[in-house]
């Protein structure tokens, strides 16, 4: 069984700019989710994704976007890039349908802007 | 209402000892209480998760606490070892069709002393 994987591990840059972040979900798994941990804070939702639909979001500006595959792999983007958008940003995939729709995470991105 | 109050923020434990982390809610609807476990560098890593239907529930040295009338709820570590040194943060998440959306605390640094 393959665990969430995140892609890139780490990565700069600037403000103003755009990046995107990919997770891949656990085997079996059709729901993804997104945090964003600050440091020295606990994840906060951003926003989850089933059937390529967003399901769910939280307090996140409409910079923040997300795409869902048909392979239930996943995209975070971040659009005009602020210095307090560095963080730690994870992925989680659960399977919904599950009683208790367990999470799973992966190890993150960490995403630092100058 | 959507918050989740953790504490201590940190925990010095000597080998062998019982580490207690508290969490307490407000929001009534929550229907699931899990824990994390954080590595440095490492996403966050389910522990031990139970529903408001049972007061404690344990796997090996783990056990949660729950207590729904004064909701709260508790992590105890017991014969903690070097090796369970990390951050820890206890979650919450609503019933229905709020799947997924983890609500977290902000987080407890454990370093057990051998």
Request: proline content about 6%; glycine content about 10%; some cysteine.
């Amino acid at each position: 069984e393959t665990g969430v994987t995140q892609s890139p591990t780490h990565l700069i840059k600037t403000r103003g700019q755009q990046v995107t972040l990919r997770c891949s979900s656990q085997s079996g798994h059709n729901t993804v989710s997104w945090y964003q941990q600050a440091l020295g804070q606990g994840p906060q939702f951003i926003f989850q994704y089933y059937r390529e639909e967003e399901n769910g979001r939280g307090n996140f500006p409409p910079r923040f976007s997300g795409l869902q595959f048909p392979n239930y792999s996943s995209e975070l983007n971040v659009n005009a890039l602020e210095l307090d958008d560095s963080a730690l940003y994870l992925c989680a995939s659960s399977t919904r349908g599950d009683s208790y729709n367990e999470q799973f995470f992966g190890p993150g991105t960490r995403l630092t802007v100058l | 209402q959507q918050q989740v109050k953790q504490s201590p923020q940190s925990l010095i434990v000597q080998k062998g000892g019982i580490s207690i982390i508290n969490c307490a809610y407000e929001n009534t609807a929550f229907d699931y209480f899990p824990w994390y476990q954080q590595f440095p560098g490492k996403g966050p890593a389910l522990l031990i998760a139970i529903r408001p239907d049972v007061s404690e529930k344990k796997e090996g040295r783990f056990t949660i606490s729950f207590n729904k009338s004064a909701k709260q709820f508790s992590l105890h570590i017991m014969d903690s070892q070097p090796g369970d040194s990390a951050t820890y943060f206890c979650a919450a998440r609503p019933g229905g069709t709020s799947y997924g959306k983890l609500t977290f605390g902000q987080g407890t640094i454990l370093t057990v002393h051998p």
